[in-house]
């Protein structure tokens, strides 16, 4: 009994101390899950504070255009003596060219500064909701690029300068505004002083500078470096996150469907083609603002097809009201929609606007691109506890009752379980250095009518514009953050865009006599994944895995399906492939054409739109649900005219049913009802 003796006292100093780190542990959550809740509240009010302002700035100018409108039916006029009919239609023009020419000034200058108030608002917005401007915790703020290297004039980083200072303590959307301004400064891209007839760099330069000055607390949106990048693919940042994570955790997903446009080229595209060569343009100056931009444009020439103005003017009066002949109209200098507005539906954004992603189908009236407001912000958290528990070692031993002896040797100091460090510090919200998505979006929503959008009867901007909306962030793709440099994609494109041959990357290179020399090439440093992912790509099995273009759907009979004999071999990351496995058939199906067999988690929730079809003990297959739970089973449609099984595609993304007049559909699915 003497020997037992302490051992409760033994026990309460081994709970007593579990319990101070369990409270030590919830003092850095409550701050984790407080700075989360602050940084998602403030991205949210600058997103939606810098899209009001969007609308705002959007209905001032089409009413601006309406005011020009009004000017060319209403001016009175008094040709001059002596001229014949054609010749009053040239002076005519003239005048009422001259006469709007004060009205487009006012639309360009909203056009620059109107964008710019939203993001100063967007950062009071953030301010307001607790955001701090600082990020004491800043790795670095050395300089990237000279001055004097390529890369400054559109995408490099900047030496220190007296006027323009680092803020070697602040976010770092402090130095990309620094960095713009340096630019805008010393105007490398050689932009026009005045754009449609607005003296813009002095004004927009000190309202940048006034915004700075008053704090930054949010990333905003901005304008692509790149613009007309083919092939299209190639300048989306998701294929190569999904090679990637296909390669590593196996292609037997439906996260493969991202491929599928891909998967479906013949070999031929990929072995005889270059099909890696990339092409781009450099986005020019787009006479606005390229901080939270309005993609309007100004057009000097009749916008729409023939009678623009009148279609417009029909949708105020329905009298019939002829207006001006349209080459009068065409003299004056229009504020339009640009490019950037329109809605091309494909494989990668359908999902967004079928009810796949959404609550319901995107109503006809929204479905337009134009701006978007994005908001991105991070704060940097200071833990209370200066312990953490180092569970490394303890992986190193296989041996688990080891493992366990070694657990309980290890006490303090560095071998310690729970060892004792310096500060500790993380990250709470969106880096857009670091993170691909992330931060909230915030669109403008305006319409003709119930089914029309507002780019849709006239290319002219018209202040149809009513609210604002979140919007999921990823859902526009073409919308960038604002930024100074190129980001590791740009960057990677840039160089592939120079290579001869990728496999392995070389590059031609001339001497001084004009002689011609192949020599090796290496990708910028931090890009090194992406060329990783075109590599993955270029493999056979890799693709045919998922998607074989050889294969021909449904070819195979019920009682086959239920077999792995006419599969094409799984892939596995960190194999070469050469020997394909027990079922070496090179024309079998990828994992997206395969059948779907159950049992699987969820049949039961679908199980409506389904028949089942067991495969028996005996081998043979009949209608009806199965007996257990462990019964294979393949499905078909109800509703489906053919008898054809469901595939791992479709069942994963699909359901057949007549809620939606007979149509594939894939929800039911919860978004934001305003859309």
Same mark, same amino acid.
């Given at each position: 009994?003497?020997?037992?003796?302490?051992?409760?006292?033994?026990?309460?100093?081994?709970?007593?101390?579990?319990?101070? $780190?369990?409270i030590l542990?919830?003092? *850095?959550?409550?701050l984790?899950?407080?700075?989360?809740?602050k940084t998602?509240?403030?991205e949210? =009010?600058?997103?939606?504070?810098?899209?009001?302002?969007q609308?705002n700035?959007?209905?001032?100018?089409?009413?601006?255009n309406?005011?020009?409108a009004?000017?060319?039916?209403?001016?009175?006029?008094?040709?001059?003596f002596?001229?014949?009919t054609?010749e009053?239609?040239v002076?005519?023009?003239?005048?009422?060219?001259?006469?709007?020419r004060a009205?487009?000034?006012?639309?360009?200058?909203?056009?620059f500064?109107?964008?710019?108030?939203?993001? %100063?608002?967007?950062q009071q917005?953030?301010?307001y909701?607790?955001?701090?401007?600082?990020?004491?915790?800043?790795?670095?703020?050395k300089?990237?690029y000279?001055?004097?290297? *390529?890369?400054?004039?559109?995408?490099?980083?900047?030496?220190?300068?007296?006027?323009?200072?680092?803020?070697?303590?602040?976010?770092?959307i402090?130095?990309?505004?620094? /960095?713009?301004?340096?630019k805008l400064?010393n105007?490398?891209?050689?932009?026009?002083?005045v754009?449609?007839?607005?003296?813009?760099?002095? !004004?927009?330069?000190?309202?940048?500078?006034?915004?700075?000055d008053?704090? @930054?607390?949010?990333?905003?949106?901005?304008?692509d470096?790149?613009?007309n990048? #083919?092939? =299209?693919?190639?300048?989306?940042e998701?294929?190569y996150q999904?090679i990637?994570a296909l390669?590593?955790?196996?292609?037997?997903?439906?996260?493969?469907?991202?491929?599928k446009t891909?998967?479906?080229?013949p070999?031929?595209?990929?072995d005889? #083609?270059?099909w890696?060569k990339?092409s781009y343009?450099m986005?020019?100056?787009?006479?606005q603002?390229?901080?939270y931009?309005?993609?309007?444009?100004?057009s000097?020439?009749d !916008?729409?097809?023939?009678?623009?103005?009148?279609?417009?003017?029909e949708h105020?009066v329905s009298d019939?009201?002829?207006?001006?002949?349209?080459?009068?109209?065409?003299?004056v200098?229009w504020?339009i929609?640009g490019?950037?507005?329109?809605?091309?539906l *494909?494989?990668?954004?359908?999902v967004?606007?079928?009810g796949?992603?959404?609550?319901?189908?995107?109503?006809?009236?929204?479905?337009?691109e134009?701006p978007?407001?994005?908001?991105?912000t991070y704060?940097r958290?200071k833990?209370?506890?200066k312990?953490?528990?180092?569970?490394? !070692? $303890? #992986?190193?031993?296989?041996?688990?009752n080891?493992a366990a002896l070694?657990?309980f040797?290890?006490?303090s100091?560095?071998?310690g379980?729970?060892?004792e460090?310096?500060e500790?510090?993380?990250?709470?919200g969106?880096d857009?250095?670091?993170?691909?998505?992330?931060?909230?979006a915030?669109?403008?929503?305006g319409q003709?009518?119930d089914?029309t959008?507002?780019?849709?009867?006239?290319?002219?901007?018209l202040?149809?514009?009513?609210?604002?909306s979140m919007v999921?962030s990823?859902?526009?793709? /073409?919308t960038?953050?604002?930024r100074s440099e190129y980001?590791?994609?740009?960057r990677?494109?840039?160089?592939?865009s120079g290579?001869?041959? @990728?496999?392995?990357?070389t590059?031609?290179?001339?001497?001084?006599?004009n002689?011609e020399?192949?020599?090796?090439?290496?990708?910028p440093?931090?890009t090194?994944?992406y060329l990783?992912?075109?590599?993955?790509?270029?493999k056979r099995d890799?693709?045919?895995?998922m998607?074989?273009p *050889?294969?021909?759907?449904?070819?195979?009979?019920?009682?086959?399906a239920?077999k /792995?004999?006419?599969?094409?071999?799984p892939?596995s990351?960190?194999t070469s492939h050469?020997?394909?496995?027990?079922?070496?058939?090179?024309?079998?199906?990828?994992?997206?054409?395969?059948?779907?067999?159950?049992?699987?988690?969820?049949? =039961?929730?679908q199980?409506?739109?389904y028949n089942?079809h !067991? @495969?028996?003990?005996?081998g043979?297959?009949r209608?009806?649900?199965a007996?257990?739970?462990?019964?294979?089973?393949?499905?078909?449609?109800?509703?489906?005219p053919?008898?054809?099984y469901?595939?791992n595609?479709?069942?994963?993304?699909? #359901?057949?049913?007549? /809620?939606t007049?007979?149509t594939?559909?894939? %929800?039911?699915?919860?978004?934001?009802?305003?859309?």
């Open positions: 009994m003497k020997n037992e003796r302490g051992q409760v006292l033994l026990l309460s100093v081994v709970i007593m101390v579990m319990l101070l $780190l369990m542990f919830i003092f *850095d959550l409550q984790a899950i407080r700075a989360k809740m998602e509240t403030a949210q =009010a600058a997103a939606l504070t810098a899209a009001e302002w609308r700035s959007l209905n001032l100018i089409g009413e601006l309406l005011v020009k009004g000017e060319s039916m209403l001016w009175d006029y008094s040709p001059s002596g001229l014949n054609d009053v239609k002076e005519k023009m003239g005048h009422i060219a001259v006469s709007c009205i487009t000034e006012m639309q360009s200058r909203v056009a500064i109107g964008p710019l108030i939203a993001f %100063g608002a967007a917005a953030a301010k909701n607790g955001i701090n401007i600082y990020d004491r915790y800043k790795s670095t703020d300089v990237a000279d001055i004097t290297d *390529d890369n400054a004039l559109t995408g490099g980083r900047f030496y220190y300068d007296a006027e323009y200072g680092q803020d070697s303590d602040k976010k770092y402090y130095d990309d505004l620094r /960095n713009y301004r340096y400064d105007n490398y891209r050689s932009i026009p002083e754009c449609n007839y607005y003296l813009w760099r002095e !004004p927009y330069l000190n309202m940048i500078a006034d915004i700075r008053r704090g @930054l607390a949010v990333r905003g949106s901005g304008i470096m790149m613009n990048i #083919t092939p =299209a693919w190639m300048a989306r998701g294929i999904t990637l390669d590593k955790y196996g292609t037997d997903t439906i996260r493969a469907r991202e491929l891909l998967l479906q080229k070999d031929s595209y990929w005889e #083609t270059d890696w990339v343009k986005a020019g100056f787009p006479e603002s390229e901080i931009p309005l993609f309007v444009y100004f000097s020439n !916008p729409g097809n023939n009678d623009t103005m009148e279609q417009v003017y105020f019939g009201t002829k207006m001006l002949d349209a080459e009068l109209l065409g003299a200098t504020c929609f490019s950037e507005w329109s809605f091309n *494909d494989e990668y954004n359908s967004w606007y079928d796949s992603y959404l609550r319901d189908k995107v109503k006809t009236s929204a479905q337009y134009g978007v407001a994005m908001a991105q704060e958290i833990t209370i506890s312990h953490r528990v180092d569970t490394n !070692p $303890l #992986t190193a031993d296989k041996n688990v080891a070694s657990a040797k290890r006490t100091g560095s071998g379980i729970v060892t460090t310096g500790m510090t993380f990250r709470v969106t857009s250095r670091y993170d691909l998505y992330g931060g909230v915030a669109k403008v929503m003709l009518n089914s959008p507002p780019n849709s009867a006239s290319s002219l901007v202040p149809f514009f009513h609210s604002v999921p990823t859902m526009f793709e /073409n960038s953050l604002f980001t590791n994609l740009e990677f494109l840039k160089w592939l290579l001869n041959t @990728l496999f392995p990357p590059v031609k290179t001339y001497d001084a006599d002689n020399h192949i020599v090796g090439s290496s990708c440093e931090g090194e994944p990783e992912a075109l590599i993955i790509l270029m890799f693709r045919r895995s998607w074989n *050889d294969y021909v759907l449904y070819s195979v009979t019920f009682e086959e239920f /792995n004999n006419y599969k094409y071999p892939w990351a960190g050469l020997e394909k496995g027990p079922y070496d058939t090179d024309k079998g199906a990828g994992w997206l054409q395969q059948a779907y067999v159950g049992p699987r988690p969820y049949e =039961a929730a199980e409506a739109e089942q !067991p @495969l028996s003990l005996d043979e297959i209608t009806g649900n007996n257990n739970s462990t019964e294979p089973f393949l499905l078909t449609y109800k509703n489906r053919a008898p054809k469901v595939t595609e479709e069942y994963y993304t699909t #359901t057949y049913t007549t /809620n007049g007979g594939y559909y894939r %929800g039911p699915n919860v978004g934001p009802p305003r859309l």
